[in-house]
């Protein structure tokens, strides 16, 4: 049992290891194809290979691909976590996650993973031996209830925050991404007073939507329509621009927060 009721499927693709978009890193891997996490907001929903509410992708003999990809690069600190969730449910069975970090912990590579499950502790052992990683979670809302109504599948909030806790007192870097940042919902001061003892750094980032016919649109919208209906009119302002007034004015808020209190803020808008 994975833990979960979602079909796993083998499947064979050209590169584990992707280039990454994220400033700090080359490359990414995703240990998975598709997410069982399924948070409503997702990006990923968009793209037409991941409709992952009935199945995940992994790589067929993903150790044998890397090992043929990596032959020509250097060690370096590769990115995890970009597109799926590593820690997803179906990991407890099929430990692809935890073969890909220990072929890498092998050749020197470090990483940087991001999750929202608690099942990240049981590798420690590996982060530990893999100088240089960082361990981050992810969390958008304060209050359970509401965060069912948009990442249902996703484990409770506390669990992910206890898993930071011991991520940190195992000595390894730690970092929490605030995302994303639902308007007049995250209380995104109190989640960081929350989560500020055990990450070294939080990173901020906006609602962030494309195209009103996109799924994770229509997936928000459809939310707000049933729970928050004075909503809707608002978000379609707020969450198709970066340089709406409402995160201009956050992004002093939070500043002036940082200033005050000295955290380590990373705001992405
Ligand atoms: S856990 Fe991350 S990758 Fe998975 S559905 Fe949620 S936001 Fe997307």
């Not at 484990?155 to 992910?160: D, H």
């Not at 055990?198 to 049933?226: C, F, H």
Request: with cysteine; proline share 5%.
């Amino acid at each position: 049992m994975n833990g979960s009721t979602i079909k796993v499927r083998e499947c064979s693709r050209q590169q584990v290891i992707q280039p990454c978009s994220l400033e700090l890193f080359n490359y990414q891997i995703d240990p998975y194809i598709g997410c069982e996490h399924h948070c409503h907001y997702c990006y990923t929903l968009n793209q037409a290979d991941t409709d992952s509410t009935g199945e995940i992708f992994i790589h067929k003999d993903i150790i044998v691909q890397l090992n043929d990809e990596i032959s020509t690069l250097e060690p370096q600190t590769i990115y995890m976590g970009m597109n799926t969730d590593p820690y997803q449910p179906c990991e407890k069975e099929y430990q692809q996650t935890r073969k890909v970090l220990e072929f890498l912990a092998q050749r020197g590579f470090s990483v940087c993973v991001l999750t929202k499950s608690e099942l990240i502790v049981r590798d420690i052992d590996l982060f530990a031996r893999m100088k240089g990683s960082s361990v981050g979670i992810s969390i958008a809302f304060q209050d359970e209830q509401v965060r069912r109504l948009f990442e249902a599948k996703a484990p409770p909030n506390e669990k992910r925050i206890e898993a930071l806790k011991m991520v940190r007192q195992a000595g390894i870097e730690t970092y929490m991404l605030i995302c994303p940042v639902m308007p007049f919902i995250t209380d995104v001061e109190s989640l960081i007073e929350k989560v500020a003892p055990y990450a070294d750094t939080i990173w901020i980032y906006p609602l962030s939507m494309e195209k009103e016919k996109d799924r994770n649109w229509q997936n928000v919208k459809g939310i707000l329509d049933r729970h928050f209906p004075d909503m809707t009119d608002r978000y379609r302002q707020i969450a198709f621009s970066t340089s709406h007034p409402y995160w201009t004015k956050l992004r002093r808020e939070l500043d002036k927060l940082q200033q005050e209190k000295g955290f380590n803020l990373k705001i992405e808008f």
